[in-house]
């Protein structure tokens, strides 16, 4: 019973690690059956929480409020308005560029066969 325990502790976490069986397509038996499961979060534990519904409506607040007392900026210098036009040209380039020693799929996989 100790072992079926370890068995199956080994098979859950090989099937939800973002490297482990099941992303690399090689689920098989019991593993198969566990990938359309969700679990769902601990009773005592949730993802909003009223600490940050007040976060939340602070920085909305400061962001609404703030462009109203505070004196116009200046405009930035020409060639700071540059960065992001710098930026998007880079990464147009890294997406275009075709990458090599990633096999004949052209994707990259985080499986070694």
């Known amino acids: 019973m100790v072992v079926e325990r370890r068995v ?3 098979r859950t976490r090989r099937s939800s ?3 482990g069986a099941a992303a690399c397509g090689g689920m098989r038996g019991a593993e ?3 990938q359309g ?3 769902p979060a601990a009773p005592g534990q949730r993802y909003f929480t ?3 519904a007040v976060l939340f409506l602070c920085l909305t607040a400061l962001l609404v409020f703030l462009p ?4 116009p900026l200046p405009p930035p210098p020409l060639l700071l308005l ?3 036009v710098g930026l998007m040209a880079v990464l147009l380039a890294l997406a275009l560029v075709p990458s090599d ?3 004949t799929s052209g994707v990259a996989s985080p499986c070694l066969h």
Not at 68 to 71: F, G, I, T
């Open 68 to 71: 109203l007392v505070l004196p």
């Open 101 to 103: 020693g990633l096999g």
């Open 8 to 10: 199956w502790r080994n």
């Open 17 to 19: 690690s973002p490297g």
């Open 37 to 39: 499961r969700v679990r």
């Open 82 to 84: 540059l960065v992001p």
């Open 32 to 34: 198969g059956k566990q």
């Open 50 to 52: 009223a600490g940050l």
